[in-house]
């Protein structure tokens, strides 16, 4: 039978938060966090390759909550070159959670203030969903009526398609 594991959810209190803000707001475009990992969090890259790192977040949402942070400081995802270097680390991270028994995670990767990013230095976050929890909570499927064919007609005009 799986060994079922005690997983604990990261509480956020007020020192949490306060150490967050202040590691965050020292930075400058100078001293990016992600382009000092080691600096900041000495000790603690999982593995990498030529151009990615892949690191535990060390302000989790979660236990076992990982990143794949770009080794060059690239600031927006449109910016990011094409790179497999990213999915083989992206992949080391999914192995990792499948070897501690978690089968359920999402990968994202946000862009913009109103997504949440705060660290401007493109990153993914590989986050374990685990039993107790329900990701679908708010994201269940709006109504609508939506004309497709037609969105589809104006996605391809934008993207220049012929
Ligand atoms: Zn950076």
Known sequence: MRRVRKLLAVRYNKNTMNKYRETYSRVDIKECVFCHWEKYNPGTIIKENEDYILVPNTYPYIKDHLMVVI??????LL???FNEKKLELTK???RLLESLGIQSYVVIEREG???GKSV???HQHIIPVHEEHDITYNMAPMEHTINFQEQVETYKKLLGAK
């Open 113 to 115: 203030q109103k997504a």
């Open 79 to 81: 910016d990011e070159p």
């Open 71 to 76: 080794k060059e400081h690239v600031t927006h």
């Open 120 to 122: 401007k230095h493109v």
């Open 92 to 94: 080391e991270a999914m």
